[in-house]
């Protein structure tokens, strides 16, 4: 699945999360004393992230008087049992949590599942224009009855599922999943198993799971042993507002033996404590959710819908460094790569790119699955890969200077390619490099063609001729540079030749200039430490560059043809529309269908030849792919019929999975859409219509609009399925239309 992050958010939520941090550090001066004193008699204290916009935190201490209604006096005190609909029009979410999530108790390092559900939650609020309040409490045992008696909407506190609270609230879909896990200090050296706890004073609080676990243990220890040895154990009733913190110093400090943590929490706190050690798992894998009241299945819909979509979008994979061998004994291989199209793409519901489909057949021949993680810029890149999220980056990179100052190591090259300046064809050619006096270059300044520019400009310094250097931002992919070059908005750019390869069949106004490097291999990177990978892909290079499966691939996507089929060829004969007519209209009747519309379709994909096959591997004369007429139950496309009825039930299918209430005409092009770029990217594109205040019950002036938005990062990125080439589906539902109407005109009584 490929792992896919939205940075700008990110970085919002982290401003949100470091403005709650402040408060808590003031706690280590005098001054702060007085300030934590304030916060004590005074229940609200409202945290703005910055004064000049309304983002902002709310945070509610609720502790000694959550159940004095009467102390709760402002607008966000008072108590509700609202469901979604009044929570949006009151514009306020409300979410109890632990103090600890509250003031942060310590500070983020390297483990992204540092406070996550915080995280996750902050940005479920944004999306839906909703000021998070955060009602606290210290007191772990207040969380549900807070809830339940109307003070929060939600509680998110890392709460386990158990019968007994299903009983009492409703949980979300899991955001986590954690083993209860028994802690003592590092220095503890007895030996420990579930039946001989050894007489070990457990602490724990009141009211929690981990106090049903001990007593459903004890319980059970009971019944098969009677407690005459050390076999037993003492439960030792902790303060519920004790933080981790706290109960791992009563450890240290030799007042209790060990307590009871969840493994997903404890990852975090051995990151800076070395003073405590996990000895021993005390049951299995259980789920971690967000609880609401049982009366709310509004907010309960909408918040299982948001946390699917970001755990399908933003799941980490397990972070492990390891060469080789750790890779077979994971049986999976981490890619790191973009979301373009040379590289990394999803197309009619194929995944596909010349980098992946490499990687892909080298995972296959070390016999491990594939995993992808779809990176924003090469930092990213980089930092995952340091830190252990992935095993290799591939995204068609050449070895700089400052790409060898990072401890990575570079294969051998598996593409060697040339720098080359992209321009508009209708101005006049560049021919040489005095020809780019006081023109202007748009690239990424990460990206080795900056480097490349930069030397160009020093050459050409002596020679008195300038152009000038503008940087773009670093998510911006290449394609949507040159698009902006094509379209008048940017004057060049330098792209490699490969790209160019791609890029020219699409865009009819684009020309390639001259060359700024020779050839420049492109490689795959890895960590210094993993030499034995380093082996096995350079042997791969040496075995695959130029054979057989490496030229399939790489004619595949650079060499043949990707320009649709000519649009308004059809056939002379004007009393027919091709040999397949009759064909067309028993078929088209069957799936119930317009038979022109179909006639209109199969003349855009296949031109009406049933051998057609694309460059992406679709056949037959409605160009089905392989995988989608078998799930159809079709074979031989190649057959007129099979070809045009696997479209047709495709088309049905498509068509049944879109609401009864859209206007007709409106399920044609969608249904459309959907067949030229896949369903997932239609949902995307109505998605975002929403959020563009547009209409996403209409194709024309909306949906279509939204579709060219889904090719910019600013916006694949937060969309489920990510980049599409959006101008393909609007282009393809355009063409169709314009033919329907001429073969609407020459048979205007036969639908």
């Not at 560059?545 to 399939?552: A, D, E, R, S």
Request: aromatic share 10%.
């Amino acid at each position: 699945m490929a792992v896919k992050f939205n940075i700008k958010k990110l970085k919002k939520v982290s401003y949100l999360l470091f403005s709650l941090l402040f408060i808590n550090s003031c706690s280590d001066d005098p001054q702060s004393k007085k300030i934590e004193a304030a916060q004590k008699s005074q229940p609200d204290i409202t945290v703005v992230a910055d004064n000049n916009k309304p983002d902002k935190i709310i945070v509610l201490d609720t502790d000694n008087n959550y159940t004095q209604k009467t102390a709760l006096t402002t607008e966000h005190k008072k108590t509700s049992q609202a469901d979604w609909d009044t929570i949006k029009e009151s514009g306020t979410l409300r979410i109890i949590v632990p103090y600890s999530f509250q003031y942060n108790d310590f500070l983020p390092r390297k483990s992204l599942s540092y406070n996550n559900e915080l995280k996750l939650i902050l940005r479920f609020s944004e999306e839906n224009n909703l000021t998070p309040v955060f009602v606290s409490t210290k007191n772990f045992s207040n969380m549900l009855p807070l809830l339940e008696q109307g003070f929060g909407d939600l509680v998110v506190a890392n709460l386990t599922i158990t019968q007994a609270r299903k009983a009492l609230v409703k949980f979300t879909t899991p955001v986590d999943q954690s083993i209860e896990q028994l802690v003592v200090s590092h220095s503890f050296n007895k030996k420990l198993s579930i039946k001989n706890l050894n007489g070990l004073k457990i602490g724990v609080r009141e009211n929690t799971s981990f106090m049903g676990t001990l007593i459903a243990l004890k319980e059970k220890q009971q019944q098969d042993q009677p407690a005459t040895s050390n076999q037993d154990f003492q439960i030792v009733k902790l303060d519920d507002r004790l933080s981790a913190d706290e109960k791992f110093n009563q450890i240290i400090s030799g007042k209790i033996d060990a307590v009871i943590e969840d493994s997903n929490r404890l990852a975090l706190f051995k990151e800076y404590r070395s003073d405590i050690k996990t000895i021993l798992d005390l049951g299995k894998e259980r789920p971690i959710a967000w609880a609401v009241r049982k009366n709310n299945p509004d907010l309960l819909k909408h918040l299982n819908r948001y946390i699917i979509t970001e755990k399908l979008l933003q799941h980490m994979p397990e972070r492990h460094l390891g060469d080789l061998d750790t890779i077979k004994k994971h049986r999976q291989l981490r890619l790191i790569t973009r979301n373009n199209a040379s590289t990394y793409f999803l197309w009619k519901n194929q995944l596909m790119g010349f980098e992946y489909d490499l990687i892909r057949e080298f995972a296959k021949q070390q016999k491990v699955n594939l995993k992808v993680l779809v990176a924003n810029d090469f930092n990213q890149m980089a930092q995952w890969l340091e830190e252990g999220y992935g095993d290799i980056i591939s995204a068609g990179l050449i070895k700089t200077p400052d790409r060898e100052k990072l401890p990575i190591e570079f294969t051998n090259p598996y593409l060697f390619v040339q720098e080359v300046i992209v321009q508009r064809k209708s101005e006049q050619a560049i021919e040489s490099l005095q020809d780019l006096g006081q023109r202007t270059f748009y690239v990424r300044k990460s990206s080795s063609y900056f480097n490349t520019l930069q030397n160009i400009q020093d050459q050409l310094h002596s020679q008195n001729i300038h152009f000038s250097i503008e940087t773009v931002p670093e998510t911006m992919e290449t394609e949507e540079i040159i698009k902006h070059v094509v379209d008048g908005e940017y004057d060049l750019t330098v792209a490699d030749s490969h790209i160019i390869a791609i890029e020219e069949s699409w865009h009819g106004d684009l020309k390639v200039s001259i060359p700024l490097t020779g050839k420049q291999g492109h490689r795959w990177l890895i960590r210094k430490t993993d030499n034995k990978l380093l082996a096995e892909l350079n042997k791969f290079i040496k075995k695959e560059y130029k054979q057989l499966f490496y030229n399939v691939t790489y004619n595949k996507y650079f060499k043949n043809s990707r320009k649709l089929f000519d649009a308004d060829k059809r056939e002379k004969n004007n009393k027919t529309i091709s040999v397949y007519d009759d064909l067309i209209k028993s078929l088209a009747k069957e799936y119930d269908f317009d038979w022109r519309l179909i006639a209109a379709q199969v003349n855009k994909e296949s031109q009406f030849n049933p051998k057609a096959k694309s460059w992406a591997g679709a056949k037959g004369l409605l160009q089905v792919m392989p995988r989608t007429a078998r799930e159809v139950g079709i074979s031989n496309l190649k057959k007129p019929e099979n070809g045009l009825r696997a479209g047709l039930k495709y088309m049905t299918w498509i068509n049944g999975q879109l609401s009864d209430e859209l206007p007709p005409d409106v399920r044609v092009w969608f249904t459309l859409a959907a067949y030229n770029a896949g369903l997932g990217h239609l949902k995307d594109a109505r998605n975002l219509a929403v959020k563009q205040g547009l209409n996403p019950d209409r194709w024309f002036g909306n949906v279509e609009k939204t579709f060219l938005l889904l090719s910019k990062p600013k916006y694949n990125k937060k969309a489920r399925y990510g980049y599409v080439r959006g101008n393909e589906p609007v282009t393809y539902v355009k063409h169709i239309q314009a033919l329907y109407e001429l073969y609407s005109k020459k048979h205007p009584d036969e639908v």
